[in-house]
């Protein structure tokens, strides 16, 4: 699996740069705002979206509540986590209910917030093998179509060509035939390769 992609946003540079620097020895690959602004434009502009974004919770302008709100619109798998300052704990919280995992309150505890990204890794390694699941899942079920489509195809092709029984079998009609394949072909329930063999198949029968 990849390093996980991270956006940093915080007005404050010092706290930034700090973060910043730890995430990258933590095995992040980080990129950084100053304005909620500024992060609203790099999360519209990043292909593939972020995995993770740490946003601080009170900035002039956009605030860390927009930048959250625009993370889960552009990645709704996005892990977001908040920071925040003691007398905005309640703002955390409403952060919380829109979708955020988690909110820190500054000045952070090293060892606090280091627990916490060992959370947000697990959380996004239990998301990106879900993810692996459903696509093994949809590409089982598409196969599994696929295989009923071409079952059905034969079982009508027999139909078609074949009597149920010798006692009901009329004369043989090779045009009658032939015309009965073209329209299967005709309506998608034969392919060209299919036809052929059929084609084959019947001038071999009435050869003999």
Do not use: Y
Not at 145 to 152: A, F, K, Q
């Amino acid at each position: 699996m990849p390093s996980p992609s991270l956006l940093l946003v915080d007005d404050d540079p010092m706290p930034r740069e700090t973060l910043s620097t730890l995430l990258q020895g933590e095995g992040f690959q980080v990129t950084t705002a100053a304005t909620g602004e500024a992060a609203e434009k790099i999360l519209k502009e990043a292909h593939p979206p972020f995995d993770l974004v740490i946003t601080d919770l009170v900035m002039p302008g956009k605030s860390g509540m927009d930048v959250l709100k625009m993370a889960l619109k552009m990645n709704p798998s996005c892990t977001v986590l908040v920071l925040t300052g003691f007398g905005s704990v309640r703002e955390a919280t409403e952060a919380m209910e829109i979708g955020a995992f988690d909110f820190v309150t500054k000045p952070m505890q090293i060892d606090q917030f280091r627990n916490t990204l060992r959370r947000l890794m697990e959380r996004r390694t239990l998301a990106h093998e879900r993810d692996e699941l459903r696509a093994r899942v949809k590409e089982l079920t598409e196969r599994a179509e696929r295989l009923e489509t071409t079952l059905g195809r034969m079982e009508i092709l027999a139909n078609q060509i074949t009597p149920a029984s010798p006692a009901q079998a009329p004369a043989a009609d090779p045009l009658a035939d032939l015309e009965r394949m073209a329209t299967l072909k005709a309506k998608g329930l034969l392919s060209d390769e299919e036809f052929e063999q059929a084609k084959k198949s019947l001038l071999s029968r009435w050869l003999t």
